[in-house]
Protein backbone atom coordinates (compact mmCIF):
# COMPACT_ATOMS: atom_id res chain seq x y z
CA UNK A 1 0.00 0.00 0.00
CA UNK A 2 2.87 2.48 1.11
CA UNK A 3 4.40 1.02 -2.25
CA UNK A 4 1.24 2.44 -4.48
CA UNK A 5 0.85 5.60 -2.73
CA UNK A 6 4.83 6.48 -3.41
CA UNK A 7 4.83 5.44 -6.93
CA UNK A 8 0.97 7.91 -7.17
CA UNK A 9 2.82 10.38 -5.87
CA UNK A 10 6.34 9.81 -8.00
CA UNK A 11 4.22 10.08 -10.93
CA UNK A 12 2.26 13.44 -10.21
CA UNK A 13 5.32 14.89 -9.70
CA UNK A 14 7.12 14.39 -12.92
CA UNK A 15 3.54 15.43 -14.73
CA UNK A 16 4.08 18.99 -13.03
CA UNK A 17 7.52 19.05 -14.47
CA UNK A 18 6.41 19.67 -18.21
CA UNK A 19 4.21 22.37 -17.18
CA UNK A 20 7.00 24.63 -14.71
CA UNK A 21 8.88 24.36 -17.84
CA UNK A 22 6.63 26.24 -19.62
CA UNK A 23 5.66 28.67 -17.22
CA UNK A 24 9.49 29.78 -17.41
CA UNK A 25 10.15 29.16 -20.80
CA UNK A 26 10.63 32.83 -22.72
CA UNK A 27 7.69 34.55 -24.94
CA UNK A 28 8.61 36.29 -27.97
CA UNK A 29 6.29 39.23 -27.91
CA UNK A 30 4.21 40.03 -30.76
CA UNK A 31 5.03 41.60 -34.04
CA UNK A 32 2.82 44.90 -33.96
CA UNK A 33 2.82 47.59 -36.74
CA UNK A 34 4.71 50.85 -36.43
CA UNK A 35 3.89 52.31 -39.01
CA UNK A 36 1.93 51.99 -42.40
CA UNK A 37 2.91 54.06 -45.66
CA UNK A 38 1.92 54.24 -49.09
CA UNK A 39 4.37 53.41 -51.73
CA UNK A 40 4.59 54.15 -55.86
CA UNK A 41 5.05 51.54 -58.40
CA UNK A 42 7.07 51.87 -61.40
CA UNK A 43 7.79 49.88 -64.38
CA UNK A 44 8.42 46.14 -63.59
CA UNK A 45 6.69 46.40 -59.92
CA UNK A 46 9.55 48.68 -58.31
CA UNK A 47 8.70 49.85 -54.87
CA UNK A 48 9.28 53.62 -54.39
CA UNK A 49 8.72 54.86 -51.04
CA UNK A 50 8.84 58.18 -49.27
CA UNK A 51 11.21 59.31 -45.77
CA UNK A 52 12.81 62.37 -45.04
CA UNK A 53 16.67 62.11 -44.01
CA UNK A 54 18.45 63.85 -40.63
CA UNK A 55 16.92 66.91 -40.03
CA UNK A 56 16.34 67.79 -43.81
CA UNK A 57 12.74 68.89 -44.47
CA UNK A 58 12.67 67.44 -48.14
CA UNK A 59 10.94 64.28 -48.15
CA UNK A 60 13.32 61.89 -50.52
CA UNK A 61 12.27 59.22 -53.31
CA UNK A 62 13.75 55.66 -52.22
CA UNK A 63 13.51 52.03 -54.03
CA UNK A 64 12.95 49.58 -51.99
CA UNK A 65 15.87 46.70 -52.85
CA UNK A 66 16.54 42.97 -51.26
CA UNK A 67 19.01 43.36 -53.44
CA UNK A 68 20.90 45.60 -51.75
CA UNK A 69 23.09 44.91 -48.86
CA UNK A 70 22.89 48.64 -47.20
CA UNK A 71 20.95 51.94 -47.74
CA UNK A 72 22.46 54.39 -49.47
CA UNK A 73 21.10 58.49 -50.73
CA UNK A 74 22.36 60.10 -54.28
CA UNK A 75 25.79 61.98 -54.86
CA UNK A 76 23.84 64.81 -56.56
CA UNK A 77 21.53 65.06 -53.64
CA UNK A 78 24.56 65.23 -51.07
CA UNK A 79 26.48 67.63 -52.93
CA UNK A 80 23.48 70.09 -52.87
CA UNK A 81 22.94 69.53 -49.04
CA UNK A 82 27.15 70.59 -49.51
CA UNK A 83 27.85 67.29 -46.64
CA UNK A 84 31.10 65.52 -46.70
CA UNK A 85 30.43 62.20 -46.71
CA UNK A 86 33.83 59.79 -45.02
CA UNK A 87 35.91 58.10 -47.83
CA UNK A 88 36.50 53.70 -47.30
CA UNK A 89 37.87 51.08 -49.34
CA UNK A 90 34.31 49.50 -49.82
CA UNK A 91 32.72 48.81 -53.15
CA UNK A 92 29.12 47.99 -54.09
CA UNK A 93 28.63 45.63 -57.25
CA UNK A 94 25.78 45.34 -60.00
CA UNK A 95 25.44 44.00 -63.19
CA UNK A 96 27.52 46.76 -64.85
CA UNK A 97 29.58 47.85 -62.67
CA UNK A 98 32.34 48.53 -59.46
CA UNK A 99 32.25 51.36 -57.59
CA UNK A 100 33.84 52.15 -54.61
CA UNK A 101 31.91 54.34 -52.11
CA UNK A 102 31.61 56.74 -49.18
CA UNK A 103 29.72 57.07 -46.39
CA UNK A 104 27.62 58.91 -43.98
CA UNK A 105 27.68 57.62 -40.74
CA UNK A 106 24.64 57.41 -37.67
CA UNK A 107 22.37 59.17 -39.47
CA UNK A 108 18.49 58.91 -39.41
CA UNK A 109 15.37 58.32 -41.98
CA UNK A 110 12.01 59.75 -41.16
CA UNK A 111 8.87 57.60 -41.88
CA UNK A 112 5.58 58.40 -40.52
CA UNK A 113 4.73 58.01 -37.02
CA UNK A 114 9.19 55.88 -37.36
CA UNK A 115 12.24 57.05 -37.23
CA UNK A 116 15.23 54.94 -37.91
CA UNK A 117 17.97 55.92 -36.63
CA UNK A 118 21.90 54.68 -36.40
CA UNK A 119 22.44 54.10 -40.03
CA UNK A 120 25.39 54.27 -42.50
CA UNK A 121 24.02 55.35 -45.89
CA UNK A 122 26.86 54.91 -48.71
CA UNK A 123 26.82 57.84 -51.53
CA UNK A 124 26.51 56.58 -55.15
CA UNK A 125 25.15 58.42 -58.21
CA UNK A 126 21.77 57.19 -59.48
CA UNK A 127 21.65 59.45 -62.38
CA UNK A 128 20.70 55.88 -64.87
CA UNK A 129 17.77 55.23 -62.42
CA UNK A 130 16.61 58.69 -62.52
CA UNK A 131 16.38 58.44 -66.17
CA UNK A 132 15.23 55.23 -66.26
CA UNK A 133 11.88 55.76 -63.94
CA UNK A 134 11.06 59.40 -65.34
CA UNK A 135 11.37 60.25 -61.69
CA UNK A 136 14.14 61.39 -58.76
CA UNK A 137 15.59 58.31 -57.00
CA UNK A 138 17.21 59.96 -53.88
CA UNK A 139 18.50 56.57 -53.00
CA UNK A 140 18.11 53.04 -52.37
CA UNK A 141 16.59 51.02 -49.32
CA UNK A 142 18.36 47.59 -48.25
CA UNK A 143 19.29 45.16 -45.51
CA UNK A 144 20.20 48.27 -43.64
CA UNK A 145 16.53 48.46 -42.85
CA UNK A 146 15.03 45.42 -44.07
CA UNK A 147 17.38 43.30 -41.27
CA UNK A 148 15.33 45.74 -38.57
CA UNK A 149 12.04 45.22 -39.25
CA UNK A 150 9.15 42.80 -40.51
CA UNK A 151 7.72 44.26 -43.49
CA UNK A 152 4.50 43.35 -45.17
CA UNK A 153 3.97 44.72 -48.39
CA UNK A 154 0.68 44.85 -49.89
CA UNK A 155 0.51 45.51 -53.71
CA UNK A 156 -3.32 45.32 -53.99
CA UNK A 157 -3.65 48.45 -51.51
CA UNK A 158 -0.25 49.92 -52.23
CA UNK A 159 0.74 49.83 -48.76
CA UNK A 160 3.70 48.75 -46.35
CA UNK A 161 3.10 48.23 -42.79
CA UNK A 162 6.75 48.46 -41.18
CA UNK A 163 6.14 46.30 -37.65
CA UNK A 164 8.33 45.54 -34.91
CA UNK A 165 10.46 41.99 -35.03
CA UNK A 166 8.32 39.32 -33.00
CA UNK A 167 5.81 36.49 -33.25
CA UNK A 168 4.18 36.93 -36.10
CA UNK A 169 1.50 34.47 -37.68
CA UNK A 170 1.18 34.17 -41.64
CA UNK A 171 -1.98 34.53 -42.96
CA UNK A 172 -3.78 31.42 -44.72
CA UNK A 173 -3.29 30.63 -48.57
CA UNK A 174 0.48 31.22 -48.78
CA UNK A 175 4.11 29.84 -49.06
CA UNK A 176 6.72 30.18 -46.82
CA UNK A 177 9.91 30.68 -48.51
CA UNK A 178 13.40 30.07 -46.28
CA UNK A 179 15.99 31.82 -48.13
CA UNK A 180 19.83 31.17 -47.44
CA UNK A 181 19.87 35.04 -45.62
CA UNK A 182 23.29 36.72 -44.99
CA UNK A 183 22.89 40.42 -46.46
CA UNK A 184 20.55 39.16 -49.28
CA UNK A 185 18.06 36.71 -49.69
CA UNK A 186 18.94 33.83 -51.92
CA UNK A 187 16.80 30.63 -52.33
CA UNK A 188 15.88 28.19 -54.97
CA UNK A 189 13.44 27.91 -58.06
CA UNK A 190 12.99 25.48 -60.26
CA UNK A 191 13.79 26.73 -64.16
CA UNK A 192 12.55 24.53 -67.20
CA UNK A 193 12.91 24.99 -71.03
CA UNK A 194 15.08 22.85 -73.06
CA UNK A 195 15.86 21.26 -69.67
CA UNK A 196 14.80 21.36 -65.89
CA UNK A 197 17.17 22.75 -63.14
CA UNK A 198 16.56 23.67 -59.16
CA UNK A 199 18.62 26.67 -58.65
CA UNK A 200 19.55 29.17 -56.49
CA UNK A 201 18.12 33.16 -57.38
CA UNK A 202 18.73 35.91 -55.80
CA UNK A 203 15.22 37.23 -54.47
CA UNK A 204 15.53 40.93 -56.02
CA UNK A 205 12.48 43.31 -55.54
CA UNK A 206 14.64 46.04 -56.79
CA UNK A 207 14.69 44.68 -60.37
CA UNK A 208 12.16 45.72 -62.67
CA UNK A 209 11.97 42.88 -64.38
CA UNK A 210 10.59 38.85 -64.15
CA UNK A 211 13.68 36.39 -64.68
CA UNK A 212 17.42 37.16 -65.19
CA UNK A 213 19.97 34.48 -65.76
CA UNK A 214 24.17 34.44 -66.34
CA UNK A 215 25.46 33.69 -69.39
CA UNK A 216 27.82 31.15 -68.09
CA UNK A 217 24.36 29.14 -66.03
CA UNK A 218 22.39 29.54 -69.76
CA UNK A 219 25.48 28.17 -71.53
CA UNK A 220 26.62 25.39 -68.88
CA UNK A 221 22.88 24.43 -68.30
CA UNK A 222 21.73 24.20 -72.47
CA UNK A 223 18.47 24.93 -70.28
CA UNK A 224 17.63 27.48 -73.36
CA UNK A 225 15.89 25.89 -75.94
CA UNK A 226 17.94 26.15 -79.17
CA UNK A 227 15.20 26.99 -81.21
CA UNK A 228 14.61 30.65 -78.73
CA UNK A 229 15.12 33.83 -80.97
CA UNK A 230 17.41 36.00 -78.39
CA UNK A 231 16.93 39.63 -79.10
CA UNK A 232 18.99 42.50 -78.09
CA UNK A 233 18.40 44.23 -74.99
CA UNK A 234 19.70 47.42 -73.30
CA UNK A 235 19.95 47.21 -69.61
CA UNK A 236 20.86 49.09 -66.77
CA UNK A 237 22.14 48.78 -63.69
CA UNK A 238 24.57 50.36 -61.53
CA UNK A 239 27.99 51.27 -63.52
CA UNK A 240 24.95 52.29 -65.90
CA UNK A 241 24.09 50.51 -69.14
CA UNK A 242 24.19 46.90 -70.23
CA UNK A 243 23.64 44.85 -73.61
CA UNK A 244 21.63 41.98 -72.77
CA UNK A 245 19.62 39.73 -74.43
CA UNK A 246 15.70 38.89 -73.76
CA UNK A 247 13.74 35.56 -74.55
CA UNK A 248 11.37 33.59 -72.51
CA UNK A 249 11.67 30.32 -70.68
CA UNK A 250 9.02 27.76 -70.39
CA UNK A 251 8.36 27.13 -67.17
CA UNK A 252 9.68 29.24 -63.84
CA UNK A 253 8.36 27.61 -60.20
CA UNK A 254 8.94 29.26 -56.92
CA UNK A 255 7.48 26.53 -54.20
CA UNK A 256 3.91 25.38 -55.65
CA UNK A 257 3.80 28.52 -57.98
CA UNK A 258 4.35 27.94 -61.65
CA UNK A 259 4.55 30.88 -64.36
CA UNK A 260 4.84 29.75 -67.89
CA UNK A 261 6.32 31.84 -71.07
CA UNK A 262 8.62 34.04 -68.21
CA UNK A 263 10.24 36.37 -70.08
CA UNK A 264 13.97 36.16 -69.33
CA UNK A 265 17.19 38.45 -70.12
CA UNK A 266 20.65 36.39 -70.49
CA UNK A 267 23.58 38.70 -69.87
CA UNK A 268 27.42 38.68 -69.28
CA UNK A 269 28.18 38.67 -65.56
CA UNK A 270 31.39 40.39 -66.15
CA UNK A 271 31.33 41.52 -62.55
CA UNK A 272 30.40 38.63 -61.11
CA UNK A 273 27.17 39.30 -59.44
CA UNK A 274 25.41 35.80 -59.21
CA UNK A 275 28.29 34.21 -58.27
CA UNK A 276 28.30 31.52 -60.49
CA UNK A 277 27.86 28.47 -59.98
CA UNK A 278 26.55 29.69 -56.16
CA UNK A 279 23.48 31.69 -58.16
CA UNK A 280 21.97 30.90 -61.48
CA UNK A 281 20.74 34.75 -61.83
CA UNK A 282 18.05 36.78 -60.39
CA UNK A 283 14.28 36.81 -60.34
CA UNK A 284 12.73 40.29 -60.14
CA UNK A 285 10.02 41.98 -58.89
CA UNK A 286 7.87 41.41 -62.44
CA UNK A 287 7.04 38.59 -60.65
CA UNK A 288 6.88 39.29 -56.50
CA UNK A 289 4.65 41.81 -57.06
CA UNK A 290 1.82 39.20 -57.72
CA UNK A 291 2.36 38.11 -54.08
CA UNK A 292 1.76 40.25 -50.86
CA UNK A 293 4.83 39.75 -49.18
CA UNK A 294 6.38 39.27 -45.55
CA UNK A 295 9.73 40.22 -45.73
CA UNK A 296 11.19 38.67 -41.43
CA UNK A 297 15.12 38.94 -42.10
CA UNK A 298 15.28 37.91 -38.22
CA UNK A 299 13.72 34.64 -38.98
CA UNK A 300 15.22 34.17 -42.52
CA UNK A 301 11.53 34.00 -43.61
CA UNK A 302 9.91 35.21 -46.67
CA UNK A 303 5.99 34.69 -47.51
CA UNK A 304 4.18 34.55 -50.26
CA UNK A 305 0.21 35.08 -51.09
CA UNK A 306 -0.89 35.47 -54.27
CA UNK A 307 -2.50 38.69 -54.80
CA UNK A 308 -4.96 40.17 -57.38
CA UNK A 309 -1.71 41.20 -59.82
CA UNK A 310 -1.30 36.85 -59.82
CA UNK A 311 -2.19 35.77 -62.99
CA UNK A 312 -1.64 39.37 -65.32
CA UNK A 313 0.27 38.61 -68.61
CA UNK A 314 3.57 39.15 -69.20
CA UNK A 315 4.82 41.77 -71.51
CA UNK A 316 6.03 39.80 -74.49
CA UNK A 317 6.69 43.09 -76.48
CA UNK A 318 10.08 43.64 -78.53
CA UNK A 319 10.55 47.03 -80.04
CA UNK A 320 14.38 47.50 -79.99
CA UNK A 321 14.99 50.49 -78.12
CA UNK A 322 13.86 51.81 -74.13
CA UNK A 323 13.00 56.18 -73.20
CA UNK A 324 15.09 57.88 -71.23
CA UNK A 325 14.38 60.64 -68.76
CA UNK A 326 17.15 63.27 -69.65
CA UNK A 327 17.05 66.85 -68.49
CA UNK A 328 13.30 67.17 -68.78
CA UNK A 329 13.02 65.28 -71.88
CA UNK A 330 12.23 61.98 -72.86
CA UNK A 331 14.80 60.54 -75.74
CA UNK A 332 15.47 57.24 -77.09
CA UNK A 333 18.02 54.91 -75.80
CA UNK A 334 20.95 52.69 -78.00
CA UNK A 335 18.37 51.58 -81.12
CA UNK A 336 19.46 47.47 -80.82
CA UNK A 337 20.40 46.48 -84.86
CA UNK A 338 18.15 44.71 -86.60
CA UNK A 339 15.46 45.59 -84.31
CA UNK A 340 12.01 46.83 -85.25
CA UNK A 341 12.88 50.68 -84.32
CA UNK A 342 16.15 50.45 -86.38
CA UNK A 343 14.48 49.48 -89.52
CA UNK A 344 12.02 52.30 -89.12
CA UNK A 345 14.60 54.41 -88.68
CA UNK A 346 14.39 55.49 -85.06
CA UNK A 347 17.94 56.75 -83.53
CA UNK A 348 19.56 56.69 -80.63
CA UNK A 349 18.90 60.39 -78.61
CA UNK A 350 16.21 61.07 -81.10
CA UNK A 351 13.81 63.54 -78.49
CA UNK A 352 10.09 61.68 -78.29
CA UNK A 353 7.04 64.43 -78.70
CA UNK A 354 4.23 61.51 -78.93
CA UNK A 355 3.65 57.76 -78.93
CA UNK A 356 0.53 56.58 -80.84
CA UNK A 357 -0.99 59.74 -80.29
CA UNK A 358 0.04 60.14 -76.65
CA UNK A 359 1.29 63.73 -76.13
CA UNK A 360 0.64 64.26 -72.92
CA UNK A 361 4.81 63.93 -72.13
CA UNK A 362 3.62 61.80 -69.37
CA UNK A 363 7.26 59.41 -69.01
CA UNK A 364 5.27 56.32 -67.65
CA UNK A 365 2.40 56.20 -69.80
CA UNK A 366 4.66 56.60 -73.20
CA UNK A 367 6.72 53.43 -71.73
CA UNK A 368 3.51 51.83 -71.28
CA UNK A 369 2.69 52.61 -75.04
CA UNK A 370 6.20 50.94 -76.57
CA UNK A 371 5.34 48.33 -74.68
CA UNK A 372 2.13 47.54 -76.52
CA UNK A 373 3.16 43.91 -77.98
CA UNK A 374 -0.50 44.03 -80.47
CA UNK A 375 -0.72 46.83 -83.75
CA UNK A 376 1.51 49.28 -85.34
CA UNK A 377 3.13 51.48 -83.04
CA UNK A 378 3.31 55.29 -84.37
CA UNK A 379 6.35 57.60 -82.52
CA UNK A 380 6.82 61.56 -83.69
CA UNK A 381 10.15 62.70 -82.41
CA UNK A 382 12.37 65.43 -82.77
CA UNK A 383 15.55 65.00 -84.33
CA UNK A 384 17.72 68.06 -85.40
CA UNK A 385 14.69 70.80 -84.01
CA UNK A 386 12.62 68.84 -87.02
CA UNK A 387 9.28 66.84 -86.33
CA UNK A 388 9.50 62.89 -87.46
CA UNK A 389 7.11 60.53 -87.59
CA UNK A 390 7.75 56.67 -87.80
CA UNK A 391 5.53 54.09 -87.66
CA UNK A 392 6.43 50.15 -87.15
CA UNK A 393 5.07 46.43 -86.08
CA UNK A 394 6.20 45.70 -82.37
CA UNK A 395 7.59 42.04 -82.34
CA UNK A 396 7.43 39.39 -79.90
CA UNK A 397 9.96 37.47 -77.78
CA UNK A 398 7.72 34.76 -78.29
CA UNK A 399 8.44 33.45 -81.72
CA UNK A 400 11.28 30.77 -82.68
CA UNK A 401 13.95 30.27 -85.31
CA UNK A 402 12.77 27.81 -87.79
CA UNK A 403 13.84 24.25 -88.71
Known sequence: MLLKKYLTLLIAQFALFPAANAQEEFVEPPSR????????????????????FDDYPDTLKFI?????????????????????????DRSIRGIAGIRKVSFLRNRKL???RLTVDSLDFHVNNYNILTSVYGMQID????????????????????KIDICSNGMIRYP????????????????????????????RFLHDIGAGLCLMLSSDFAEDSSVIHRRRVLLAKEGEGLGGSIDMKVTVVRELKIGPYRFKNVPTYVFDDEFNVTSYP?????????????????????KKDIYLVPNSHFREPFDYSYAGVELYYEQGKIILGDVAEGSPAAEAGLQEFDEVVAINNNFTKN????????QSSTGKLKIIVLRNNQLMQFEFKV????????R
Do not use: C
Open 363 to 370: FNQLKAAL
Open 278 to 298: YMAGIIGNDIFRRFNSILNYA
Open 110 to 112: HFP
Open 139 to 158: GIIGYSLLSRYILKIDYDSL
Open 395 to 402: KSIMRKKR
Open 64 to 88: LDTGSSGISLDSSLVAYWGLNPEPS
Open 172 to 199: KGGHLIKPVMGTLPVHHARLRDASQHNV
Open 33 to 52: VLTSIPFEQLTGGIIVMRAR
